[in-house]
């Protein structure tokens, strides 16, 4: 029991606990304390970008802290004109921060466009892999216990006249400081994205709503015009869309270590200097199935898969992924739709990408007679569960990584556990050849092409994502492989020394590519961009 005094004194304090703030007031404390707990990953940044020792260094460091406290004041202020809105959402903020600082400090990602569109996309499975009980104690620390507080504090509301008056004045000393060192302005265009990408809250609430309204503008889809099949070959296409394969870790494209011990017989053609869309994978799945390629636009065309469906192709998607867009195809089957139809010991191969090869010989042998486009979406090399993502008898490199927390574990660890992914894919990239081998006098083709790289590390980035601009190469730079039938390359004039000709690659081949290999022209088609299509022939 306590003691009277002792007693008192708990009163007292429980009692100092109930603030009594007005509005003003209230949006200043609440914008210091948003500077203090979550904005080290932004300053840290900053001082390794500038000469803090400077003048000019200083002035930056000043415009940082002023544009942070200032943002998030103006932003609380316009909230107070609806006040019984100010405590949730002042508390719904600083649990997203907390979320939103353990990501950046652990995996070194910003929180811009792109970002939000793959928290957006991100299903359950994917968000279970990112979990850690690091996290947890983020949110407590830095969500939960300042939100205590918040709870506990009285607002006091002033008049709307005397709030607009503070909000303006501010907005002009804002504009007047910003004015009076215009010579930053460089630094602060110079590093935007980043600089934008660490600013909590602004950062996820201004690029979630960049990315829905980039959303809402995909309306309904447009037909593109109808194909003209200048051939009577039917043709069989599989493309193999991998997920985070970096072309630095291909034994093909010159890695050190051998991580395509079976593609190297294959007879398969690595093209070279081959580039993504984007980093993440909705976008560069997105980019790959347009005829528009990198050139964006806000009208929303119909993908390859539907276009070629409509056109009289069989066109079957088997996922173990996600970030697919939308098609009508004649067959859409998921991993575990696909799982579901199994029965019997064989079912027990049906882990990791796997399941995408169940009964494939089958399904192709239904299309002898007929044009078929059939695409693989594997998981392939997805962090950072790396070491999960192959079977065990494929674990070649050892040690591995097994910890979500990539910076936990050695880089050598780290890179076995990525390069017994790359094996795996190379098993099953081979699997698909075989298939395809098996159907005799058939033309036929496979192509693989990753949606985009993958950081191990390097410069301090891990996993994918980073904005274009700044995007390391490692997550820019991936594999793009291509083996084709006897007979394909009989109608198509074609050797594989025609198809390494080429220089330079990019997803924007992929479209264009696959409807000259069904023969398939029409007026958005680019022979440029189609890598069987042979001038020396023509």
């Given at each position: 029991m306590?003691k009277?005094?002792?007693?008192n004194?708990?009163?007292t304090?429980?009692?100092?606990?109930?603030?009594?703030?007005?509005i003003?007031?209230?949006a200043?404390?609440?914008?210091?304390?948003?500077?203090?707990?979550?904005?080290?990953?932004?300053?840290s940044?900053?001082?390794?970008?500038?000469?803090y020792?400077?003048?000019?260094?200083?002035i930056?460091l000043?415009?940082?802290?002023?544009m942070q406290?200032l943002?998030?004041?103006?932003?609380?202020m316009?909230?107070?004109?609806?006040?019984?809105?100010?405590?949730?959402?002042?508390?719904?903020?600083?649990?997203?921060?907390?979320v939103?600082?353990?990501?950046?400090?652990?995996?070194?990602?910003?929180?811009?466009?792109?970002?939000?569109?793959?928290v957006?996309?991100?299903n359950?499975?994917?968000?279970?892999?990112?979990?850690n009980?690091k996290?947890?104690?983020?949110?407590l620390?830095?969500?939960v216990?300042?939100?205590i507080?918040?709870a506990?504090v009285?607002?006091s509301?002033i008049?709307?006249?005397?709030?607009?008056?503070v909000?303006?004045?501010a907005?002009l000393?804002?504009i007047?400081?910003?004015?009076?060192?215009?010579?930053?302005?460089?630094?602060?265009?110079?590093?935007?994205?980043?600089v934008?990408?660490?600013s909590?809250?602004?950062?996820?609430v201004?690029?979630s709503?960049?990315?829905?309204?980039?959303?809402s503008?995909?309306g309904?889809?447009?037909?593109?015009?109808d194909?003209?099949?200048?051939?009577?070959?039917?043709?069989i296409?599989?493309?193999?869309?991998?997920?985070?394969?970096r072309?630095?870790?291909f034994?093909?494209?010159?890695?050190?270590?051998?991580?395509?011990?079976?593609?190297?017989?294959?007879?398969v053609?690595?093209?070279?200097?081959?580039t993504?869309?984007?980093?993440?994978t909705?976008?560069?799945?997105?980019?790959m199935l347009?005829?528009?390629?990198?050139h964006?636009?806000?009208?929303?065309?119909?993908?390859?898969?539907?276009y070629?469906?409509?056109?009289?192709?069989?066109?079957i998607?088997?996922?173990?992924?996600?970030g697919?867009?939308?098609?009508?195809?004649?067959?859409?089957?998921?991993?575990?739709?696909?799982?579901e139809?199994?029965?019997?010991?064989?079912?027990?191969?049906?882990d990791n990408?796997?399941?995408?090869?169940?009964?494939?010989?089958?399904?192709?042998?239904k299309h002898?007679?007929?044009?078929?486009?059939i695409?693989?979406?594997?998981?392939g090399s997805?962090?950072?569960q790396?070491?999960?993502?192959?079977p065990?008898?494929?674990?070649?490199?050892k040690?591995?990584c097994?910890?979500v927390?990539?910076?936990k574990c050695?880089?050598?660890e780290?890179?076995?556990?990525?390069?017994?992914?790359?094996?795996?894919?190379?098993?099953?990239?081979?699997?698909?050849?075989?298939?395809?081998?098996?159907?005799?006098?058939?033309s036929?083709?496979?192509i693989?092409?990753?949606?985009h790289?993958?950081?191990?590390?390097?410069?301090?980035?891990?996993?994918?994502?980073?904005?274009?601009?700044?995007?390391?190469?490692?997550?820019?730079?991936?594999?793009?492989?291509?083996?084709?039938?006897d007979?394909?390359?009989?109608e198509?004039?074609?050797?594989?020394?025609n198809l390494?000709?080429?220089?330079?690659?990019?997803q924007?081949?992929v479209?264009?590519?696959?409807?000259?290999?069904?023969?398939a022209?029409?007026?958005?088609?680019?022979?440029?961009l189609?890598?069987?299509?042979?001038?020396d022939?023509k």
């Open positions: 306590l009277p005094g002792k007693k004194d708990l009163i304090r429980l009692e100092v606990m109930n603030f009594r703030w007005n003003m007031v209230f200043l404390a609440y914008s210091l304390i948003t500077l203090v707990l979550y904005h080290k990953p932004l300053f940044f900053a001082i390794a970008n500038l000469d020792h400077s003048l000019n260094g200083i930056i000043a415009e940082l802290v002023i406290v943002s998030v004041f103006l932003l609380i316009m909230m107070s004109f609806v006040r019984i809105i100010v405590k949730p959402i002042c508390i719904i903020f600083f649990l997203l921060n907390a939103g600082f353990y990501f950046i400090t652990q995996y070194n990602v910003i929180l811009d466009k792109t970002m939000m569109g793959n957006f996309n991100t359950l499975g994917e968000a279970g892999e990112l979990y009980p996290i947890l104690l983020c949110i620390l830095l969500g216990l300042p939100s507080v918040i506990r009285k607002i509301t008049s709307a006249l005397k709030r607009i008056i909000m303006c004045v907005i000393v804002t007047i400081f910003a004015y009076a060192n215009s010579k930053t302005w460089l630094w602060f265009d110079k590093n935007a994205k980043r934008g990408g660490l909590m809250p602004l950062s996820y201004i690029n709503i960049r990315y829905s309204v980039s959303v503008h995909n309904t889809e447009i037909r593109l015009p194909a003209h099949f200048t051939n009577n070959h039917q043709t296409v599989v493309l193999v869309i991998g997920e985070s394969a072309m630095a870790n034994s093909l494209y010159g890695y050190r270590r051998n991580t395509n011990p079976y593609l190297a017989k294959d007879n053609v690595a093209m070279r200097d081959t993504s869309c984007t980093t993440y909705t976008e560069s799945i997105k980019c347009s005829h528009l390629g990198s964006s636009s806000r009208t929303l065309y119909e993908s390859l898969p539907t070629l469906q409509r056109n009289n192709v069989n066109v998607w088997r996922s173990n992924n996600w697919e867009p939308k098609m009508h195809v004649a067959q859409f089957e998921k991993a575990n739709e696909i799982r139809k199994c029965s019997g010991d064989s079912c027990k191969k049906l990408d796997g399941v995408l090869l169940y009964r494939l010989d089958q399904e192709l042998k002898l007679n007929d044009n078929a486009f695409i693989l979406h594997q998981t997805h962090g950072p790396y070491s999960t993502k192959y065990p008898q494929f674990e070649t490199f040690p591995v097994k910890s927390e990539l910076q050695t880089h050598d780290l890179v076995n556990a990525y390069d017994n992914t790359i094996i795996y894919t190379d098993y099953f990239l081979h699997q698909v050849i075989s298939s395809l081998e098996s159907l005799k006098d058939v036929s083709v496979m693989y092409i990753s949606d790289g993958e950081s191990l590390g390097e410069y301090n980035f891990y996993l994918h994502g980073v904005p274009y601009s700044f995007a390391p190469d490692v997550q820019k730079k991936i594999p793009f492989i291509i083996w084709t039938s007979k394909f390359k009989k198509h004039h074609l050797t594989n020394q390494a000709k080429q220089a330079h690659h990019s924007d081949n479209f264009h590519s696959i409807m000259g290999a069904f023969g022209t029409s007026e958005f088609y680019k022979k440029d189609d890598v069987f299509y042979n001038n022939a």
